[in-house]
């Protein structure tokens, strides 16, 4: 079917269908575990998920805005497919990205219409709390100010937060 195709592509698909609302999961899959059954379940070789992912992305929006899409990579191949089903907001609905690494965060500065400042993942598959400081945010904040560009003023940003403490102070 073509929602598995779309599958293939990104290693997401459809997440929620309502009304005339449609969600998709853009998200590369952070964690170990879930890495490797992204590419066990797709036959995603190690280092092209994103590449993939950005692929991917490309692809849907193209397919929310133009009538006719023909694409080719090596993992896929369309022919002008034509998508009956366009979202109500135009271009598109927002897309949001999130992530914890240069690469990612660099890639939702230049395409993403919301940046999410996640935790980055460690290679054993946990998390990495040093990477919500301060200092850490700031870094990141940098990385999407030079990758954005011009586009920096249109941009919405998300943060994770992991815990939050209510004090009296």
């Known amino acids: 079917s073509f929602g598995r195709r779309l599958q293939n592509v990104q290693g997401s698909g459809v997440n929620h269908t309502f009304g005339d609302v449609y969600g998709f999961n853009f998200q590369p899959l952070a964690r170990q575990r879930a890495r490797n059954q992204n590419r066990a379940s797709f036959g995603v070789p190690k280092g092209q998920r994103v590449r993939r992912f ?6 849907v929006k193209r397919l ?79 990385w999407v100010c030079q990758a954005a560009g011009e586009r920096l003023p249109d941009l919405e940003f998300s943060i994770l937060v992991p815990s939050a403490s209510i004090t009296s102070d």
């Open 64 to 142: 929310w805005t133009e009538d006719s899409v023909s694409f080719e990579s090596d993992y896929c191949r369309l022919d002008k497919v034509r998508l009956n089903i366009r979202p109500v907001q135009q271009p598109h609905p927002p897309i949001l990205i999130g992530g914890g690494s240069r690469r990612i965060l660099s890639l939702a500065a230049r395409q993403a219409d919301i940046v999410s400042f996640n935790m980055r993942s460690t290679p054993q598959g946990g998390m990495d709390p040093t990477s919500v400081t301060l200092q850490a945010t700031q870094e990141k904040g940098e």
């Open 54 to 59: 950005e692929d991917g992305l490309s692809l």
